[in-house]
């Protein structure tokens, strides 16, 4: 009989290689997936594991901005912390509310008493699914789950991209200080390893969020109360606030005063930097007509204006379709059909039912 020899894989097992936020970051987006691939509701194993996904998400991301800050921290005792015991994983870390403390009394990372509270609840979801099961309401899961993960989404936001961001600059500058001026090029600065990794942690984590942004939609209880947190703030903004290309939701806040300014989503925090990119985005995503934008009779401003808009005072059915200017926020209101439009631009907005000034 023929000796068997053993087929080689085609692809070789890849070695572990995963940094605080790479892992942290990963384990938020199975949750996600946890909570939103299953076409109907969440099932029973589905909240189990988003439960437990999330719960090391937020363990990990919060102790990742702890180690920004510096790497003793995470150490049950800092005071006994080496920095070989910390590159071998050889210690007892600190406990997750432990960190929270730290956060705030050394890092001056602001947690709110909500925040606080909602990720104290996860963990304890978390350790009584792990040691000795657990019974409760599915609802109740999803809407702890869903809070905890609103706080991420800005933590992400606000705390992680400026550290990620200064690693950036910090790797940038070493090259400096090793390379002579008339060597440093920016190829030269590109191909430095450790400059490599810090743009290869701020891109994952931008191909993270991106993906996160467009299932958010699906995941019901953090819709409703993400928008119930966000109510307070967008209640004086309605005249100027549209859906949001990337999530669909009512918080996307275009500008009004001409200065170009970078449109965000208080929902999912998507951001665009381009004006005219933004009002496209919306064009073809929310109206479903490509062509649909043009230049503003007030502020000048080219592809900025989308005809057939919406803003959220007048979302209700048989609320008026307007064109509205991303960039100024004049408000165009439609006089005889879709494609007829008045070249009088209007500011302030004015609601329904008002005399225009």
Same mark, same amino acid.
């Not at 996860?122 to 905890?148: K, M, P």
């Not at 509205?324 to 005889?336: D, K, M």
């Given at each position: 009989?023929?000796?068997?020899?053993?087929?080689?894989?085609?692809?070789?097992?890849?070695?572990?290689?995963?940094?605080?936020?790479?892992?942290?970051?990963?384990?938020?987006?199975?949750?996600?997936?946890?909570?939103?691939?299953?076409?109907?509701?969440?099932?029973?194993?589905?909240?189990?594991?988003?439960?437990?996904?999330?719960?090391?998400?937020?363990?990990?991301?919060?102790?990742?901005?702890?180690?920004?800050?510096?790497?003793?921290?995470?150490?049950?005792?800092?005071?006994?912390?080496?920095?070989?015991?910390?590159?071998?994983?050889?210690?007892?870390?600190?406990?997750?509310?432990?960190?929270?403390?730290?956060?705030?009394?050394?890092?001056?990372?602001?947690?709110?008493?909500?925040?606080?509270?909602?990720?104290?609840?996860?963990?304890?979801? #978390?350790?009584? %699914?792990?040691? /000795?099961?657990?019974?409760?309401? +599915?609802?109740?899961?999803? $809407? @702890?789950?869903?809070?905890?993960?609103?706080?991420?989404?800005?933590?992400?936001?606000?705390?992680?991209?400026?550290?990620?961001?200064?690693?950036?600059?910090?790797?940038?500058?070493?090259?400096?200080?090793?390379?002579?001026?008339?060597?440093?090029?920016?190829?030269?600065?590109?191909?430095?390893?450790?400059?490599?990794?810090?743009?290869?942690?701020?891109?994952?984590?931008?191909?993270?969020?991106?993906?996160?942004?467009?299932?958010?939609?699906?995941?019901?209880?953090?819709?409703?109360?993400?928008?119930?947190?966000?109510?307070?703030?967008?209640?004086?903004?309605?005249?100027?606030?549209?859906?949001?290309?990337?999530?669909?939701?009512?918080?996307?806040?275009?500008?009004?005063?001409?200065?170009?300014?970078?449109?965000?989503? #208080?929902?999912? %925090?998507?951001? /665009?930097?381009?004006?005219?990119? +933004?009002?496209?985005?919306? $064009? @073809?995503?929310?109206?479903?007509?490509?062509?649909?934008?043009?230049?503003?009779?007030?502020?000048?401003?080219?592809?900025?204006?989308?005809?057939?808009?919406?803003?959220?005072?007048?979302?209700?059915?048989?609320?008026?379709?307007?064109?509205?200017?991303?960039?100024?926020?004049?408000?165009?209101?439609?006089?005889?059909?879709?494609?007829?439009?008045?070249?009088?631009?209007?500011?302030?907005?004015?609601?329904?039912?008002?005399?225009?000034?």
């Amino acid at each position: 009989m023929a000796e068997h020899t053993p087929t080689a894989r085609p692809n070789p097992r890849p070695d572990l290689n995963f940094t605080p936020v790479r892992n942290g970051m990963d384990y938020l987006a199975r949750a996600v997936d946890d909570l939103t691939e299953r076409a109907g509701a969440p099932s029973e194993s589905d909240l189990k594991y988003a439960v437990l996904h999330l719960q090391a998400a937020t363990e990990v991301l919060l102790k990742a901005r702890l180690v920004g800050e510096h790497w003793s921290l995470v150490f049950k005792n800092p005071g006994s912390a080496t920095l070989e015991d910390f590159k071998k994983g050889k210690f007892d870390s600190c406990t997750i509310e432990a960190t929270m403390d730290r956060l705030e009394n050394i890092a001056q990372v602001k947690i709110s008493a909500e925040g606080r509270s909602a990720i104290k609840v996860l963990a304890e979801d #978390r350790n009584a %699914l792990t040691h /000795y099961g657990h019974t409760a309401n +599915a609802f109740q899961v999803e $809407a @702890r789950a869903a809070r905890v993960l609103s706080f991420l989404l800005d933590f992400i936001t606000e705390q992680l991209y400026p550290m990620l961001h200064a690693e950036y600059n910090d790797a940038i500058n070493e090259v400096f200080v090793r390379y002579p001026t008339s060597l440093l090029t920016r190829d030269v600065q590109l191909e430095d390893p450790a400059v490599q990794a810090a743009l290869q942690q701020q891109r994952e984590v931008d191909v993270t969020m991106r993906a996160l942004r467009s299932k958010l939609r699906r995941v019901d209880k953090l819709v409703e109360k993400r928008m119930q947190d966000l109510s307070g703030g967008l209640a004086s903004l309605e005249h100027r606030t549209a859906r949001c290309p990337d999530c669909l939701q009512w918080a996307f806040v275009v500008n009004d005063d001409s200065n170009w300014s970078p449109i965000k989503c #208080r929902f999912c %925090l998507a951001v /665009y930097h381009q004006i005219h990119e +933004a009002a496209i985005a919306y $064009a @073809r995503r929310v109206t479903g007509m490509v062509d649909k934008t043009q230049i503003c009779p007030n502020c000048g401003a080219a592809h900025t204006m989308v005809i057939g808009a919406k803003t959220a005072d007048r979302r209700r059915p048989g609320g008026v379709v307007e064109a509205i200017c991303f960039n100024c926020g004049c408000h165009v209101p439609q006089i005889a059909t879709k494609e007829l439009w008045t070249t009088d631009p209007y500011r302030p907005h004015v609601a329904d039912g008002e005399e225009q000034p």
